[in-house]
């Protein structure tokens, strides 16, 4: 009577989709305890109000906490022949500083692109190509004194001892990570992708600034977003308090927008990943996961500037945070802003669902993933 008074569920009410769980019929003790026997022994997923692919996830975390837990355990050092450690990350050690390219010539740069006070992203291109450069630098010393300490030449410090170390298990050092903008990828990944961030940087240089910018690619993503608010509010006059973002996601392959060439206002980015969700290109709206794939490809996205109540509140959008990293947690930085956390966007959903809905799904934007 207490259920059907406060609750109103019937019988056989079903709490989930597959049918795994329902409201019993009325009946004495032994009924429900049999109704109990028969749930499943693991809760699934869709308990929680998260997608099948969440258990997926929840293995692969499973799965890397034990492997780079036995990964720590190997030895050292070997007794028989072949190859020894010590060689091995010598040997790395060159792989990946052949694979660097020299430092930015940052004055260089500031020639090409001066600061302006009509162009901010200037002084934007200028900041990284510093912050970049210190990480080089930080990744090369540190790669050839642990060459040298393996050789003999200089003491094995506890620093070298870690990149060492941490070269053996094919993570990043963190002698590395105090200079270095957040990231979980194993370390052949890393390098791979700071490389790439370099390569993006190197043609902002030699070639302008690019009709579309890789959101990905910048050490301080914050920065960025700062100077394209500056550079509309220093050509419309407004205060750049009293402004913030708009967005409108861009159809794939459409011919509405031409992104060989710079906006108007604002600017196009891309290289955002979605994740508890995907991007129905059909209907141009946030859409349940396909099985098995946890991250899908977000199309260019709009960033335009506007008034603070120009912004219409009444669209039927979903509020999705941008992240970094899928760790999804920061500190504050001396700026005052996250180590992780970038903005928010806002994502047009179906009349199915609402924000509540994608909320219990996790969904969020990376900038990265972890492979």
Known sequence: CIRDRYMGFEDDYMFTPSGSYFAPAEGNLESYREFIKRLPRIDETEVFGLHPNAEISSAINETNTLLSTA???????????????????????????????????????????????????????????????????????????????????????????????????????????????????????????????LHFLERWVKEGAPPTYWLSGFYFTQSFLTGTMQNYARKTKIPIDKLTFDFQVIP??????????????????????????????????LAESQPKILYTKMPHIWLIPKEQDQIDDGKHEYTCPVYKTSRRAGTLSTTGHSTNYVLSIKLPMSYDHDYRHWIKRGVAMLTQLND
């Open 71 to 197: 990964l720590s355990l190997l030895p050292r050092s070997t007794s028989g022949g072949g190859i020894t450690p010590e060689q091995m990350i010598m040997e790395k050690c060159k792989a990946t500083l052949a694979k660097l390219p020299p430092l930015f010539d940052v004055e260089e740069a500031a020639k090409r692109h001066p600061v302006m006070y009509e162009e901010s992203m200037n002084t934007v291109l200028q900041q990284e190509l510093m912050r970049f450069n210190r990480l080089l630098g930080t990744i090369r010393s540190s790669l050839d004194l642990t060459i040298k300490a393996i050789e003999g030449l200089v003491v094995m410090s506890a620093e070298l001892e870690d990149v060492f170390n941490k070269m053996f298990d094919n993570i990043i050092p963190e002698t590395w990570m105090k200079v270095s903008y957040p990231s979980l990828k194993p370390l052949g990944s890393y390098i791979n992708d700071l490389i790439e961030r």
């Open 252 to 285: 794939r392959d459409s011919s509405e927008f031409n992104l060989a060439k710079p906006p108007e206002i604002g600017c196009y980015v891309y290289g955002l990943f979605l994740e508890g969700a995907r991007w129905d290109d059909d209907n141009l709206c």
